[in-house]
């Protein structure tokens, strides 16, 4: 098993990305454009020399495949596995808040009422990785 991965929450118009490595934590994440996703991606594993990327099971999964499909770091093939991303979204959210602590009367909000006010697909991808970095033990 890899220490250190890319993992990704796909979507449609966005996607979530995250360099993460198991010991480290997050090395870098962001929410991306998912039309930029291949390229990232291919940056990412040149820049972090990652060679396994955990990919969300969920929406456009199929389609963030066969974009990372034809990727290879120094001459070895990206290896993409699938994970379980089961209210990865909420669990999101709560991290969300957990990094940036609501004021003011917003703080009084239980975390289930609160929404966050920018996309949370990149905590979404950490989120991935720590499940396949546990999965892989």
């Known amino acids: 098993m890899n220490n250190t991965v890319i993992a990704i929450d796909p ?43 955990v990919v969300g099971d969920r929406t456009a999964h199929r389609e963030v495949l066969r974009a990372l499909k ?37 703080r009084l909000f239980p975390v289930t009422m609160r929404t966050p006010p920018v996309p949370v697909d990149d905590y979404v991808a950490v989120i991935l990785a720590e499940r396949y970095f546990r999965r892989e033990n």
Request: with cysteine; hydrophobic share 40%; glycine share 8%.
């Open 11 to 53: 979507g449609r118009d966005k996607c979530g990305l995250a360099v993460v490595d198991k010991q480290d934590g997050v090395l870098w994440k962001r929410v991306i454009a998912a039309a930029t996703l291949a390229a990232c991606v291919e940056e990412l594993a040149r820049t972090y020399a990652v060679t396994t990327a």
């Open 70 to 106: 034809p990727i290879a770091v120094n001459g070895t093939q990206l290896v993409v596995r699938l994970v379980d991303e089961h209210r990865s979204s909420d669990e999101a959210r709560g991290r969300y808040w957990l990094d940036h602590p609501p004021r003011g009367v917003m």
